[in-house]
């Protein structure tokens, strides 16, 4: 009798303890047959004067409809979440999207493809720095140092300013507008590029009278605005 309740307990333990045959690996299959579009290759994003440019290239994969940008910043908590749609023609190309509106802080954007179905890709970040009045001050002061006139080979009336030190790398100033009145009374201009150091006039430059310049920096090589000095006067 003790023998037939134990072959019973065995029994009941060995119905309970079954499974179906695809118990253990069942989540496996349902991860296998997950789609993860392709994701979203070379983020970066260029500052601005409170703006920014998201450089991103959408991969080959044709079934991405749309892209999502999250994006925040280091003033506050609050998050923009923005939708875009994509044409078959944009698969695998470049796109190019302007914020705009934007405080002067660091800004960060993170990306996301999607399919029509839904499935999202892998999530691409990227951070820059927004500019704005407080960079632009700091440009005000920042003008050529002018140095003399003088007669250039020709014999045109010449300005000469102090030569700029650029490295090898990035050189913040972009170059120098110079204006002057020409001989019939209109004002005209001259640029002179950063590496330049002097600017000669046309022959029908105003006999006697003054120059003012206003120079213009950028904060990095890849910002999308640059910032303008304040305008000197110089007579002659």
Do not use: W
């Amino acid at each position: 009798m003790k023998r037939k309740i134990v072959y019973i307990c065995v029994l009941i333990a060995g119905l309970i303890s079954c499974k179906k045959e695809d118990h253990y690996y069942k989540a496996y299959l349902e991860n296998a047959e997950r789609y993860y579009p392709g994701a979203v290759d070379s983020l970066a994003i260029y500052p601005g004067n409170g703006r920014a440019q998201v450089h991103l290239r959408l991969s080959t994969d044709p079934k991405i409809k749309k892209i999502r940008l999250v994006v925040t910043n280091d003033l506050n908590a609050l998050k923009d979440t923005l939708y875009y749609a994509i044409a078959a023609s944009e698969i695998g190309k470049e796109k190019n999207i302007v914020l705009d509106k934007l405080k002067e802080t660091r800004y960060t954007v993170n990306t996301r493809g999607f399919s029509a179905e839904g499935d999202s890709s892998k999530a691409v970040t990227a951070t820059t720095s927004v500019e704005g009045e407080r960079y632009g001050a700091t440009v005000l002061s920042l003008n050529r140092v002018f140095s003399n006139f003088t007669t250039s080979p020709n014999g045109r009336k010449q300005a000469v300013f102090f030569v700029e030190t650029v490295g090898s790398g990035f050189s913040p100033l972009q170059g120098t507008t110079i204006y002057f009145d020409k001989s019939n009374g209109a004002r005209d201009s001259i640029f002179l590029a950063p590496l330049d150091f002097a600017v000669e006039f046309p022959i029908d430059i105003k006999p006697k009278g003054n120059i003012s310049f206003v120079s213009y920096y950028k904060k990095t090589m890849f910002s999308l605005d640059s910032f303008k000095t304040n305008e000197i006067v110089v007579n002659y």
